[in-house]
């Protein structure tokens, strides 16, 4: 079955280390975003790339990388530098021409 | 003013009630309406897409003002599976290139026996 795998589904991580969070989709989709949602907000936009090896900014991106070596993969890297990375992340990815989003299981990340 | 707002609730509803959500944005540009629908603790799914003239599917029918720039969202005859978050996302500025969306907080739903 196609779809978006995300892992780990939960993570621990002490004060000061960077995590790296998985994305993986076999959507053959050319587009992928990464979104923090966090109690009581809405889901806000913290990368995105439409192409292999370019992605751009979203609206949270500080403390933030990302990479888009393939197509079927785009991974997060949560660093230091957040300074309240305790979250629920979610990876999405898009079909070229569509507007829907479809939406892997996500990966919650608490900071200790 | 958030982008997308939308009341949090929780509407809390006896089995068989009619419910109706609303859910405003702020950029008269935007094109793409939806409502998603969340599971606690799970990812956002796609409930349906919201059309000019309105749309049904099933129970659920959906709704856009463009004029008042307000979505709804119509729930009959409400089941206990359908308590969940309910999200009303909206395309972003530039998003026919970038496919960039915006999300409202979310209304959450508890249906009860």
């Known amino acids: 079955d196609g779809g978006i795998t995300q892992s780990p589904k939960y993570l621990f991580r002490k004060e000061g280390q960077n995590v790296t969070l998985s994305c993986e989709q076999n959507?053959?989709?050319?587009?992928m975003y990464w979104y923090r949602q966090d109690p009581g907000q809405g889901l806000r936009l913290i990368y995105y790339s439409q192409i292999v090896n370019d992605f751009q900014k979203g609206d949270i991106a500080e403390g933030y990388s990302v990479s888009r070596e393939k197509k079927e993969s785009f991974p997060l890297t949560v660093t230091s530098a957040q300074k309240n990375p305790t979250a629920f992340y979610l990876c999405a990815s898009r079909a070229s021409g569509a507007n829907v989003l479809t939406f892997g299981a996500g990966s919650r990340l608490t900071v200790l | 003013r958030k982008e997308v707002e939308q009341d949090p609730g929780p509407f809390n509803v006896p089995e068989g009630a009619t419910v109706a959500f609303n859910c405003t944005y702020s950029?008269?540009?935007?094109?793409?309406f939806f409502w998603y629908r969340q599971d606690c603790r799970k990812e956002p799914k796609l409930l349906m897409s919201?059309?000019?003239s309105g749309n049904e599917d099933g129970r659920f029918t959906a709704q856009l003002n463009r004029a008042s720039q307000y979505i709804s969202l119509l729930i009959r005859d409400s089941k206990l599976s359908d308590s969940a978050t309910y999200l009303c996302v909206v395309n972003g500025p530039g998003s026919s290139n970038t496919g960039k969306l915006i999300f409202g907080q979310g209304t959450t739903l508890q249906v009860k026996p």
């Open positions: 959507l053959n989709h050319d587009a």
């Open positions: 919201v059309y000019s």
């Open positions: 950029n008269s540009a935007s094109q793409s």
